[in-house]
Protein backbone atom coordinates (compact mmCIF):
# COMPACT_ATOMS: atom_id res chain seq x y z
CA UNK A 1 0.00 0.00 0.00
CA UNK A 2 2.85 2.40 0.78
CA UNK A 3 4.79 2.02 -1.99
CA UNK A 4 1.90 2.27 -4.33
CA UNK A 5 0.94 5.64 -2.43
CA UNK A 6 4.62 6.84 -3.36
CA UNK A 7 4.21 5.95 -6.91
CA UNK A 8 0.86 7.71 -7.03
CA UNK A 9 2.21 10.75 -6.07
CA UNK A 10 5.58 10.94 -8.16
CA UNK A 11 2.78 10.36 -11.08
CA UNK A 12 0.71 13.02 -10.41
CA UNK A 13 3.72 15.46 -9.67
CA UNK A 14 4.91 14.37 -13.26
CA UNK A 15 1.26 15.34 -14.44
CA UNK A 16 1.36 18.68 -13.42
CA UNK A 17 4.86 19.33 -14.71
CA UNK A 18 3.66 18.54 -18.11
CA UNK A 19 0.88 20.49 -17.69
CA UNK A 20 2.30 23.26 -16.50
CA UNK A 21 5.24 23.20 -19.08
CA UNK A 22 2.36 22.75 -21.59
CA UNK A 23 0.64 26.17 -20.69
CA UNK A 24 3.83 27.65 -20.90
CA UNK A 25 4.66 26.41 -24.39
CA UNK A 26 1.36 27.96 -25.51
CA UNK A 27 1.24 31.44 -23.38
CA UNK A 28 1.49 33.95 -26.09
CA UNK A 29 4.57 36.25 -26.25
CA UNK A 30 4.12 39.82 -26.94
CA UNK A 31 6.93 42.40 -26.40
CA UNK A 32 7.88 45.69 -28.06
CA UNK A 33 10.95 48.42 -27.93
CA UNK A 34 10.56 51.97 -29.36
CA UNK A 35 13.34 54.08 -30.14
CA UNK A 36 14.07 57.11 -31.36
CA UNK A 37 16.51 59.90 -33.17
CA UNK A 38 17.25 62.91 -34.58
CA UNK A 39 15.45 63.11 -38.16
CA UNK A 40 16.72 64.26 -41.15
CA UNK A 41 16.23 68.02 -42.38
CA UNK A 42 12.86 67.96 -44.54
CA UNK A 43 11.49 64.66 -42.77
CA UNK A 44 7.78 64.46 -41.42
CA UNK A 45 8.94 65.22 -38.10
CA UNK A 46 11.59 66.39 -36.16
CA UNK A 47 12.33 63.08 -34.46
CA UNK A 48 11.91 59.63 -36.32
CA UNK A 49 10.63 56.61 -34.00
CA UNK A 50 10.69 52.85 -34.59
CA UNK A 51 8.64 50.62 -32.80
CA UNK A 52 9.92 46.59 -32.82
CA UNK A 53 7.04 44.13 -31.51
CA UNK A 54 7.95 40.49 -31.56
CA UNK A 55 5.15 38.24 -30.93
CA UNK A 56 4.52 33.83 -30.71
CA UNK A 57 1.95 31.86 -30.42
CA UNK A 58 1.70 28.52 -30.33
CA UNK A 59 -1.80 28.14 -30.02
CA UNK A 60 -3.66 26.83 -33.91
CA UNK A 61 -4.56 30.53 -33.93
CA UNK A 62 -2.79 33.47 -35.97
CA UNK A 63 -2.66 36.74 -34.85
CA UNK A 64 -5.20 39.36 -36.41
CA UNK A 65 -3.66 42.39 -34.74
CA UNK A 66 -1.74 44.06 -32.26
CA UNK A 67 -2.64 47.15 -30.31
CA UNK A 68 -0.86 50.05 -28.44
CA UNK A 69 -2.88 51.34 -25.44
CA UNK A 70 -1.95 55.52 -26.00
CA UNK A 71 -4.50 57.10 -23.36
CA UNK A 72 -6.35 56.33 -20.15
CA UNK A 73 -9.35 58.13 -21.90
CA UNK A 74 -9.41 61.11 -20.06
CA UNK A 75 -6.75 63.46 -21.24
CA UNK A 76 -6.21 63.53 -24.54
CA UNK A 77 -8.69 64.00 -27.26
CA UNK A 78 -8.60 62.65 -31.45
CA UNK A 79 -7.11 66.42 -31.84
CA UNK A 80 -4.91 66.02 -29.22
CA UNK A 81 -3.37 62.37 -30.34
CA UNK A 82 -3.70 63.51 -34.46
CA UNK A 83 -2.01 66.62 -33.90
CA UNK A 84 1.52 65.48 -32.96
CA UNK A 85 2.31 61.99 -34.09
CA UNK A 86 2.52 60.79 -38.03
CA UNK A 87 2.33 57.28 -38.67
CA UNK A 88 4.02 55.95 -41.92
CA UNK A 89 1.61 54.00 -44.44
CA UNK A 90 2.05 51.46 -44.33
CA UNK A 91 2.84 51.80 -40.88
CA UNK A 92 5.27 48.39 -40.44
CA UNK A 93 6.61 45.93 -42.27
CA UNK A 94 7.34 42.22 -41.00
CA UNK A 95 8.65 39.44 -41.90
CA UNK A 96 6.88 36.13 -39.97
CA UNK A 97 9.21 33.44 -39.59
CA UNK A 98 9.08 30.24 -42.04
CA UNK A 99 7.41 32.31 -44.40
CA UNK A 100 8.58 34.08 -47.07
CA UNK A 101 6.92 37.04 -47.78
CA UNK A 102 6.48 40.36 -46.47
CA UNK A 103 3.25 41.57 -43.74
CA UNK A 104 2.07 45.24 -44.08
CA UNK A 105 0.18 46.58 -41.06
CA UNK A 106 -2.03 49.71 -41.71
CA UNK A 107 -2.14 51.69 -38.07
CA UNK A 108 -5.86 53.25 -36.92
CA UNK A 109 -6.71 55.26 -34.23
CA UNK A 110 -9.48 53.75 -31.95
CA UNK A 111 -10.87 56.25 -29.17
CA UNK A 112 -12.96 53.95 -27.77
CA UNK A 113 -10.50 51.23 -27.34
CA UNK A 114 -11.22 46.98 -27.79
CA UNK A 115 -14.03 46.21 -25.70
CA UNK A 116 -13.38 42.61 -27.14
CA UNK A 117 -10.42 42.58 -24.36
CA UNK A 118 -11.98 44.71 -22.30
CA UNK A 119 -9.83 47.67 -23.17
CA UNK A 120 -11.97 51.13 -23.05
CA UNK A 121 -9.27 53.92 -23.46
CA UNK A 122 -7.49 55.12 -26.73
CA UNK A 123 -5.23 52.63 -28.53
CA UNK A 124 -3.70 52.42 -31.89
CA UNK A 125 -4.62 49.37 -33.70
CA UNK A 126 -2.02 47.58 -36.16
CA UNK A 127 -4.01 45.71 -38.79
CA UNK A 128 -2.30 43.61 -41.75
CA UNK A 129 -3.59 45.66 -44.93
CA UNK A 130 -4.82 44.13 -48.50
CA UNK A 131 -1.13 44.80 -49.74
CA UNK A 132 -0.14 42.19 -47.28
CA UNK A 133 1.83 39.15 -49.68
CA UNK A 134 0.51 36.57 -46.45
CA UNK A 135 -1.10 36.31 -43.24
CA UNK A 136 0.35 36.58 -39.66
CA UNK A 137 1.89 33.74 -38.62
CA UNK A 138 2.44 31.95 -35.06
CA UNK A 139 5.85 33.76 -34.72
CA UNK A 140 6.93 37.38 -36.13
CA UNK A 141 8.77 40.34 -35.45
CA UNK A 142 7.35 44.19 -37.31
CA UNK A 143 8.92 47.01 -37.54
CA UNK A 144 6.93 50.38 -37.63
CA UNK A 145 8.40 54.28 -37.96
CA UNK A 146 6.20 57.30 -36.39
CA UNK A 147 7.48 60.84 -36.71
CA UNK A 148 7.11 63.84 -33.82
CA UNK A 149 8.78 67.17 -33.24
CA UNK A 150 7.70 66.30 -30.14
CA UNK A 151 10.56 64.83 -28.38
CA UNK A 152 11.02 61.53 -26.24
CA UNK A 153 10.47 60.50 -23.14
CA UNK A 154 11.13 57.01 -20.70
CA UNK A 155 8.50 54.79 -20.66
CA UNK A 156 7.30 53.07 -17.10
CA UNK A 157 8.14 49.98 -17.28
CA UNK A 158 6.43 47.05 -15.88
CA UNK A 159 2.94 47.93 -18.35
CA UNK A 160 0.89 46.06 -20.27
CA UNK A 161 0.12 48.29 -23.00
CA UNK A 162 0.35 46.39 -25.94
CA UNK A 163 -1.84 43.47 -26.78
CA UNK A 164 -3.12 41.45 -29.37
CA UNK A 165 -6.10 39.47 -30.89
CA UNK A 166 -6.08 35.99 -32.29
CA UNK A 167 -8.96 34.45 -34.28
CA UNK A 168 -10.05 32.63 -30.44
CA UNK A 169 -7.77 33.85 -28.09
CA UNK A 170 -5.82 36.98 -26.61
CA UNK A 171 -2.41 38.30 -24.80
CA UNK A 172 -1.21 40.80 -23.41
CA UNK A 173 2.76 42.53 -23.45
CA UNK A 174 5.26 44.83 -22.51
CA UNK A 175 6.60 47.53 -24.57
CA UNK A 176 9.44 49.51 -23.56
CA UNK A 177 11.83 52.67 -24.72
CA UNK A 178 10.73 56.22 -25.28
CA UNK A 179 7.84 57.56 -26.62
CA UNK A 180 6.62 61.08 -27.64
CA UNK A 181 5.92 63.68 -24.71
CA UNK A 182 2.26 65.35 -25.21
CA UNK A 183 1.28 68.64 -23.83
CA UNK A 184 -1.31 67.11 -22.75
CA UNK A 185 -1.90 65.70 -19.31
CA UNK A 186 -0.07 62.32 -18.88
CA UNK A 187 -1.42 59.43 -17.41
CA UNK A 188 -0.77 58.94 -13.31
CA UNK A 189 1.74 56.86 -12.38
CA UNK A 190 0.65 53.00 -11.88
CA UNK A 191 1.82 50.15 -12.84
CA UNK A 192 0.27 49.40 -16.93
CA UNK A 193 0.04 52.90 -17.39
CA UNK A 194 2.32 54.88 -19.50
CA UNK A 195 3.43 56.27 -15.90
CA UNK A 196 5.19 59.64 -17.06
CA UNK A 197 5.23 59.04 -20.95
CA UNK A 198 2.54 60.97 -22.57
CA UNK A 199 1.85 59.36 -25.95
CA UNK A 200 -0.13 60.02 -29.54
CA UNK A 201 -1.36 59.06 -33.11
CA UNK A 202 -2.00 60.77 -35.94
CA UNK A 203 -1.81 60.51 -39.74
Not at 175 to 194: H, K, Q, T, Y
Amino acid sequence: MGPCKRHTSKFIIFVALLVATSAAATEPMLHGTIMASQADPGSRGAWRYEMRVSWRNEAPATMRYVNLKIDDGTHCSADDINAYILWDAPAGRAHCHDVNATLYFDAELEMGGDPTLSIFVPLVRFLPNAASETRPSRRGVAEFVFWSDLPPSPIDVPNQLLSEKFAVTHGFGQIDGVFPSLPCNPIPAERASWGTVKAGYGR
